[in-house]
T-cell receptor, first 114, second 112 residues
Framework: EPEVTQTPSHQVTQMGQEVILRCVPISNHLYFYWYRQILGQKVEFLVSFYNNEISEKSEIFDDQFSVERPDGSNFTLKIRSTKLEDSAMYFC????????????FGDGTRLSIL | QKEVEQNSGPLSVPEGAIASLNCTYSDRGSQSFFWYRQYSGKSPELIMFIYSNGDKEDGRFTAQLNKASQYVSLLIRDSQPSDSATYLCAVFIGNSGYALNFGKGTSLLVTP
């Protein structure tokens, strides 16, 4: 069964450094998402991406965050200057297209900011 | 603020019993509802979704939606120890980006 794949599985970064989280969505999917989950808290929406542009973003997704689809397969989340509170699990998800379609999640990247 | 509320649990049921998980939501305009299962340290795994009032069955799982009362539930029949996990209710907010608004989840423990 097709999967969303994320790399790395664990990223440790010094506060203030830039970090890029990578995702390969399911190949025929058109909508891509990033969510995060701080330890012990709920899954929170960050951003959705369709047709090479941001469709929607939450209040969390401020100027420190950016997303990019650099080629036909990868989807990346960049955090420019990491803060301690950015420590969380970051999940990439994808869905087939317009309309309400189920979102399938990758295994996540655990981001630890020191 | 659009809220999705779930009882955090833990909900403990014996093996073979029916587990009933409930979720309420505040936005009457919410359109579609998803149930995900999340094992500790793992990612959310889609179980099923529902967008019409009534029941929807898939194997041992039944989702129930009542838009008038603004609740959605998940029934798990013949519960197994492997069903022990946190169950997340997610609501499609209705914006163009198809963002999901998640509840905090209900922890389910199925005891042998």
């Amino acid at each position: 069964e097709p999967e969303v794949t994320q790399t790395p599985s664990h990223q440790v970064t010094q506060m203030g450094q830039e970090v890029i989280l990578r995702c390969v969505p399911i190949s025929n999917h058109l909508y891509f998402y990033w969510y995060r989950q701080i330890l012990g808290q709920k899954v929170e929406f960050l951003v959705s991406f369709y047709n090479n542009e941001i469709s929607e973003k939450s209040e969390i997704f401020d100027d420190q965050f950016s997303v990019e689809r650099p080629d036909g397969s990868n989807f990346t989340l960049k955090i420019r200057s990491t803060k301690l509170e950015d420590s969380a699990m970051y999940f990439c998800a994808s869905s087939t297209g317009t309309g309400v379609q189920p979102q399938h999640f990758g295994d996540g990247t655990r981001l630890s900011i020191l | 603020q659009k809220e999705v509320e779930q009882n955090s649990g833990p909900l403990s049921v014996p093996e073979g019993a029916i587990a009933s998980l409930n979720c309420t939501y505040s936005d009457r305009g919410s359109q579609s509802f998803f149930w995900y299962r999340q094992y500790s340290g793992k990612s959310p795994e889609l179980i099923m979704f529902i967008y019409s009032n009534g029941d929807k069955e898939d194997g041992r799982f039944t989702a129930q939606l009542n838009k008038a009362s603004q609740y959605v539930s998940l029934l798990i029949r013949d519960s197994q120890p492997s069903d022990s996990a946190t169950y997340l209710c997610a609501v499609f907010i209705g914006n163009s980006g198809y963002a999901l608004n998640f509840g905090k989840g209900t922890s389910l423990l199925v005891t042998p």
